[in-house]
């Protein structure tokens, strides 16, 4: 099972807003609604942000939102700010019934 | 609240075997799919295995296929990890991950602290 594809970097400025695409197939992201979106800050673990491509947990804000379009999948975080620097993944269940992460993206706030 | 804390890591030989436990508090172990989710030093993260809330079905990521077992002690509320045949691209820092169903469903939303795991001679 191969990875899904992010970018490897994205960047914006505070008070902007930027999208991560998560490109899989029909295999994977377009054959389920199980797909979720990670955040993760350097030496901590991973943090849910994203779960069956578009809901929140509670405790997350509304400044990060989840969609979907066929094979590919989207996190975008509005109002950028300073915390929001840090790897992003993409996670979906596969057909074989096994999971898989995208590559990661790294987001730097300007 | 929720913890979970993992033991078990450490340094082996390529060949050589591990086990990692994940000690579950703070919530109806029982109810929850649990997985094992790996990342290489410097690298993104790698789903490795997970199983459901009765322990009745097991999943497995193609790299770990016949190597790794997971396994779960609902009355003792740890989640397992038996690593044999290791090789050195099994170097990784292992996070214990509870899912958010009974079914994984890849939604991770409490994880353990991490525990390294070294393969080299």
């Known amino acids: 099972q191969s990875a899904l594809t992010q970018p490897a970097s994205v960047s914006g400025s505070p008070g902007q807003s930027i999208t991560i695409p998560c490109t899989g197939t029909?295999?994977?992201?377009?054959?389920?609604?199980?797909v979720s979106w990670y955040q993760q800050h350097p030496g901590k673990a991973p943090k849910l942000l994203i779960f069956?491509?578009?809901n929140r947990p509670s405790g997350i804000s509304n400044r990060f939102s989840g969609s979907k379009s066929a094979n590919t999948a989207s996190l975008t975080i509005s109002g950028l700010r300073a915390e929001d620097e840090a790897d992003y993944y993409c996670?979906?269940?596969?057909?074989?019934?096994?999971?898989?992460f995208g590559g990661g993206t790294k987001l730097t706030v300007l | 609240e929720v913890q979970l804390l993992q033991s078990g890591g450490g340094l082996v030989q390529p060949g050589g075997s591990l086990r990692l436990s994940c000690a579950a508090s703070?919530?109806?172990?029982?109810?929850?799919?649990m997985g094992w989710v790996r990342q290489a030093p410097g690298k993104g993260l790698e789903w490795v295995s997970s199983i459901s809330a009765s322990g009745s079905r097991t999943y497995y990521a193609d790299s770990v296929k016949g190597r790794l077992t997971v396994s779960r002690d609902n009355s003792e509320n740890t989640l397992f990890l038996e690593m044999s045949d290791l090789r050195v691209g099994d170097t990784a820092l292992y996070y214990c991950?509870?899912?958010?169903?009974?079914?994984?469903?890849?939604?991770?939303?409490?994880w353990g602290q991490g525990t390294l795991v070294t393969v080299s001679t």
């Open positions: 069956e491509v578009s």
């Open positions: 703070g919530f109806t172990f029982s109810s929850y799919g």
């Open positions: 996670l979906s269940y596969t057909t074989s019934a096994t999971f898989v």
């Open positions: 029909r295999s994977d992201i377009g054959n389920y609604q199980l």
């Open positions: 991950a509870k899912d958010r169903k009974a079914t994984p469903a890849g939604e991770v939303d409490h």
